[in-house]
């Protein structure tokens, strides 16, 4: 493990020497934008209003993406390799995958100077789990020994996580849990500074990272947070605009406008209605980007309609997941045949047996099982959903004789109490995105027995230990095949449908140089990187 | 004057709770945890829930919860605040005066082109231009304001540039097209009623009387006819100008315009309660206000009318 | 403006038994009105025939008005499709081809296919029905309630115009799009008669303070005095003399606001809160075409021509109503 990391951080640092080359020439902190040869220029790119700017809270895209730039976590992610790779921390190690121990880097400091230490990283840890805090991330923490305690009141501290100096941190986990250092890349476990303790609602309002951008003034709710870059980053790539200037919009539809003008230099969330004319609205200015986004229809388990995997089995091969993504995406969104998205080493590409179009053995399968003639089908508004549901159902009827298929949509918080109360009765549409690129994650929190994401109440004991198996392997290798053999049981047992992962088309302006656009595994596009041309 | 004034301001007060208690209550009513969907598909923990449901107080009784709130707002002024914590009085603060220039955007271009459309139509009733202005009418009227907005962004906003399509970064030149957009059907509505008081004016007695006298048409319509097809028009934008509110939930979404309305239709979505309430009390306040000023307004143009 | 007006129709009414009710002068040369008073001897005998010929004229004179005949003829069309959409088509509108989705019109799709290759224009027929129902619906629920609150809150005045204008208020102080939007978040399932029912809940005020403000303007005219000297009934005096003379406004409104409703319809489906899939109306039709009108501008173009066509029908019917039944305009 801990040769990987150094072998990693060395690659890493080839690249970062490259880029520090190129942007030595700059210099000096324009802030205006224009002249963007000099010192990386103003990007613009959309953003919807967060719900907080606060890392321990932050669940949504909308913050998350503006915090990707402010902080730097313990580890970071590679974005070709999926690996993690030094943070703050500069490297790690760990015999049995339990205990974890954290070298961190001695130069890193806040943009306000404060210094971070392994101690930064036990406040922060304390302080968001502390349930008085009500941070949203907080469940991420549930690995560490101590957590339970801590939510329950019985204790004031994690009892896993200590700093054994200033730059050694040690975390202990309940069980073994190999992903760890990926999931510390995730946003809910970014370092916080003390003022953050002292007055959260403030501090939010220009949070202080350790990140290559800082804050340019406030956030301004509704209209726009400005980033500048950091020039003390203590991490080896510095950022490349010299200033991001994230434009809140309440709507997409007016995002895409402004971006087809100019006015706006990247927009990452164009809705599939545009995904047609790309070409002709952005010419070369645009290009689509894989994701982890997964897309799938779940099943109510606990109603006896849909208890024989026959029943399900017909239902996913009744869809014709290539004609829906054909007509109403455009041809880009990625038809799942399992559940692990296509970037993870674990994917394989005939994973599911049952995920692909097959109306005739569908309707044979549908009728021998006597599946219900009559469906209903749930979805959350408002999210663009409407399309593909409706063409879904209209495959149902016309494949396997549905007499009809009716419709739930709903706010989610409706959406969830419907989950809670087993009250849904039948396939209901929830999506999954990768929050650290993990297969682990892709499975462990949907369909263990009694997760808290765990809505179809799918529990086999073979998954759960299966997945066990593949957190605990010391050995890659042998994590993966127990990985895979855990997808095998979900896509024999069908507790789901699998449909697609998402595409997200990325359009620009002029300005930008098409060849820097990257979207990660999260659907985040990696506005450090990005270079104008002007 | 001042004694009916006084007493209409009095009749405020029973208004403004009763309906602010209705909409609290509706809000209520919303089935699902509004803290649990914060966190999306990976919940939140429970004990997280519960130390946020205890601060907004959503573990209390309905009438406890609005008692609390309005207690808050007498006492301290304190309008509540969002679950990501920021108090309401911010964000009024900051989208009132977005949503008011939308509207006075709006009014003007109601208040405008309906009358001058209207006067146009009247006086050349049955000619080309007031069958064009009743063409455009119907189709103002008929088209959704969600569709003309869309319309509008797409034709003076992409094509043809003369307009930005969306935000308010260029300022007033930003509030035109959603101010065309919210005023589309009252346009129509109001031109349609000029003409139709011109037409009634022009064909009346003393009008008739004055261009026999040897004034000339255009001065009698503008002196005399006018002045009398106007108080119906007034009253109808007046009232209009407060139904306008309803129209910026729409607008103020499809123009990504960071008002007040699209405030109020994010916050049902997420059962911001406080908030909600918060804004539609604003919403009443102005409301009552124009009524009463419109009435007010109603004597002043005619002198038939007096309060007591 | 109430205040006023509460103030003259008391002393109206008290004036008006003092004055001759014989003699009805009237001063405001109302030519409805002059057929309408009753004659003293003739009693409610008379009473009906005046009413009759109200009625009668109007319709008389909405015959002859050709914006009549138009709207009229266009409406029979419409509300035909509303209930047998099987006249004008023979295709099942859910019979749809995914492979197929969003041509343009073609001479085996008139109106092209929308998004999930159903044939348009058979969805845009179908579409009248759901349209049609909230419209309408929403349209005599409101008017109905309207008349009855008006016409209380109108012609006994006092402590009943008091507690039912501010009840009005009240409602009225909620625009109707956020009361909406709140309530049908609360229900269940949103169909048509579901969200018709939550909009007339919400939308009624204005036609009810409409109808108060004409039942007031007639309320204290001399053949109404007339009437009560006589000692007709309460019931009497609203049906035979107050509701001919006042309704003519409310008329026109109502066939307006069925416009205003079915567009009102397609907002709410815009918010996510409309009428739920597999429904077919113009509302979903409109809102799901609005983000495709660059690449398939038809299928917007093809539910905003029904919607426009049939607000004009019931708009244009208004104005020939009201000018029917509207005195002034008689000259």
């Known amino acids: ?534 | 004057m001042t004694r009916y004034i006084i007493r209409r301001l009095l009749q405020f007060i029973p208004v403004v709770l009763v309906s602010t208690l209705i909409v609290y209550a509706l809000n209520f009513l919303m089935p699902g945890d509004p803290i649990r969907a914060l966190a999306g598909e990976r919940p939140m923990s429970e004990a997280a829930i519960a130390t946020m449901r205890e601060q907004y107080n959503l573990n209390d009784p309905f009438l406890v919860q609005y008692g609390k709130y309005i207690w808050g707002i007498i006492t301290a002024g304190d309008f509540g605040s969002t679950f990501s914590g920021r108090p309401l009085s911010d964000i009024i603060a900051q989208r009132l005066p977005t949503t008011l220039m939308l509207a006075a955007v709006t009014f003007a271009i109601q208040a405008v082109i309906g009358i001058i459309a209207g006067i146009l139509a009247g006086l050349y009733k049955d000619r080309f231009i007031d069958r064009l202005v009743q063409v455009t009418t119907v189709v103002m009227v008929a088209l959704p304001t969600l569709v003309i907005g869309f319309l509008l962004q797409l034709i003076f906003g992409l094509n043809l540039d003369w307009f930005p399509i969306a935000g308010t970064r260029d300022g007033l030149v930003s509030y035109i097209l959603p101010g065309i957009a919210l005023a589309a059907v009252s346009t129509g509505m109001a031109a349609r009623m000029v003409r139709g008081e011109l037409v009634d004016a022009l064909q009346s007695d003393y009008v008739r009387t004055a261009t026999a006298k040897g004034l000339s048409r255009r001065r009698v319509v503008l002196r005399h006819g006018l002045r009398n097809s106007l108080i119906p028009v007034v009253t109808f934008l007046g009232a209009d100008l407060a139904t306008l509110l309803g129209g910026t939930m729409v607008i103020e979404t499809v123009f990504n315009i960071p008002g007040l309305g699209a405030m109020i239709v994010d916050s049902i979505k997420g059962q911001e309660g406080t908030v909600v309430v918060g804004i539609v009390t604003l919403f009443l306040l102005f409301f009552v206000t124009v009524n009463l000023i419109v009435d007010l307004l109603y004597a002043l143009l005619d002198p038939r009318i007096r309060y007591e | 403006m109430s205040e006023k007006t509460e103030l003259d129709d008391a002393a109206a009414r008290t004036d008006g038994t003092a004055t001759h009710p014989t003699a009805p002068a009237s001063s405001t040369g109302s030519a409805a009105a002059t057929p309408d008073a009753p004659d003293p001897a003739g009693g409610s005998g008379g009473g009906k025939e005046t009413e009759a010929s109200l009625w009668a004229d109007a319709w008389r004179s909405l015959r002859r008005n050709p914006w009549f005949l138009v709207s009229g003829a266009l409406l029979v069309v419409i509300v035909a499709m509303a209930i047998v959409p099987q006249l004008f088509t023979s295709v099942d509108p859910g019979s749809c081809d995914l492979s197929k989705s969003r041509q343009a019109p073609s001479a085996e799709h008139w109106f092209g296919t929308d998004i999930q290759g159903c044939d348009y224009y058979t969805r845009v027929i179908h579409g009248a029905r759901n349209s049609m129902i909230v419209g309408v619906v929403v349209s005599i629920g409101v008017f109905a309630f309207a008349v009855v609150v008006g016409l209380l809150a109108g012609y006994f005045g006092g402590w009943v115009d008091g507690l039912l204008s501010r009840i009005t208020d009240m409602i009225f102080a909620i625009p109707y799009m956020l009361g909406a939007l709140v309530f049908l978040n609360i229900i269940d399932t949103r169909g048509p008669i579901q969200v018709a029912l939550v909009l007339m809940l919400f939308t009624w005020p204005t036609s009810a303070r409409l109808m108060r403000g004409s039942v007031m303007s007639v309320v204290n005219s001399e053949y109404v005095m007339a009437a009560k000297a006589l000692g007709a009934g309460h019931l009497t005096i609203m049906r035979r003399h107050i509701l001919p003379n006042s309704l003519g406004p409310l008329i026109g409104y109502s066939t307006v606001f069925i416009g205003i409703i079915i567009g009102a319809e397609a907002t709410l489906t815009f918010l996510g809160v409309g009428l739920q899939l597999p429904a077919i109306s113009w509302g979903l039709q409109l809102t799901d075409a609005q983000s495709y009108v660059t690449s398939s501008p038809h299928l917007l173009l093809f539910p905003v021509i029904f919607v426009g066509v049939t607000v004009f029908a019931f708009m244009t019917l208004g104005d020939a109503v009201r000018d029917a039944l509207d005195p002034k305009s008689k000259r």
């Open chain 1, 1 to 534: 493990m801990r040769h990987n990391a150094t072998m990693r951080r060395a690659a890493v640092a080839t690249t970062a020497a490259a880029a520090l080359t190129l942007t030595a020439c700059g210099g000096g902190d324009g802030g205006s934008g224009g002249d963007a040869a000099a010192d990386g220029g103003t990007v613009s790119i959309y953003n919807c209003e967060p719900q907080n700017l606060m890392p321990g809270n932050s669940t949504e895209v909308c913050g998350s993406k503006v915090l990707e730039q402010l902080y730097t976590g313990l580890t970071g992610v590679d974005f070709e390799s999926y690996e993690a790779v030094p943070g703050v921390a500069e490297e790690w190690e760990t015999e049995d995958n339990e205990t974890w121990t954290f070298h961190l880097g001695e130069d890193w400091t806040f943009h306000n100077g404060e210094e971070i230490t392994a101690q930064t990283f036990v406040d922060t840890f304390n302080w968001t789990v502390d349930p008085d805090n009500a941070q949203q991330n907080a469940g991420f923490y549930d690995k560490i020994a101590g957590y339970q305690a801590v939510v329950d009141g019985e204790a004031e501290e994690l009892e896993g996580v200590r700093a054994v100096d200033d730059y050694t941190l040690e975390i202990e986990l309940n069980e073994p849990f190999s992903p760890l250092p990926l999931m510390l890349s995730y946003t809910g476990f970014y370092p916080l500074p003390q003022e953050a303790f002292e007055d959260p609602d403030s501090y939010e309002q220009a949070p202080i990272g350790n990140g290559q951008y800082q804050m340019d003034g406030e956030w301004v709710h509704d209209q726009h947070i400005n980033l500048t870059r950091y020039e003390d980053y203590a991490g080896e790539e510095a950022g490349k605009p010299a200033n991001i200037e994230w434009r809140i919009y309440a709507d997409a539809e007016a995002a895409y406008l402004d971006a087809q003008s100019g006015e706006l230099d990247v927009m990452d969330e164009v809705t599939p209605n545009h995904w047609g004319q790309l070409e002709g609205d952005f010419g070369d200015n645009q290009q689509s980007f894989e994701t982890s986004s997964f897309e799938y229809l779940g099943f109510p388990l606990y109603q006896e309609e849909f208890q024989d995997v026959d029943v399900r089995r017909a239902l996913s091969m009744a869809i014709d997941r290539e004609e829906i993504i054909e007509q109403i995406f455009d041809g880009q969104n990625v038809p799942a045949s399992g559940v692990i998205p296509p970037m993870m080493p674990e994917y394989r590409d005939d994973a599911c047996d049952t995920c692909s179009f097959e109306p005739d053995r569908a309707a044979e399968l549908y009728e021998e099982a006597g599946g219900p003639s009559e469906l209903t089908l749930y979805f959350n508004s408002g999210a663009g959903h409407d399309a593909w549901t409706e063409a879904v159902a209209n495959q149902w009827q016309e494949n396997l004789g549905v007499e009809s298929v009716q419709f739930e949509s709903m706010e989610f918080a409706q959406y969830l109490d419907l989950h809670d109360n087993d009250e849904i009765t039948g396939p209901f549409r929830l999506g999954w995105v990768l929050s650290y690129p993990a297969t682990q994650y892709a499975m462990e929190p949907i369909y263990t027995t009694d997760q808290s994401s765990n809505y179809t109440g799918f529990s086999n004991e073979e998954f759960d230990s299966l997945i066990d198996e593949g957190n605990s392997a010391t050995d890659q290798d042998a994590a993966s095949t127990a990985y895979q053999e855990a997808e095998d049981i979900l896509m024999e047992e069908m507790p789901l449908i699998p449909l697609w992962f998402k595409s997200y088309p990325v359009v620009t302006s002029e300005r930008v140089d098409d060849s820097s656009v990257v979207m990660d595994y999260r659907t985040f596009v990696r506005v450090e990187d990005l270079e104008l041309t002007e």
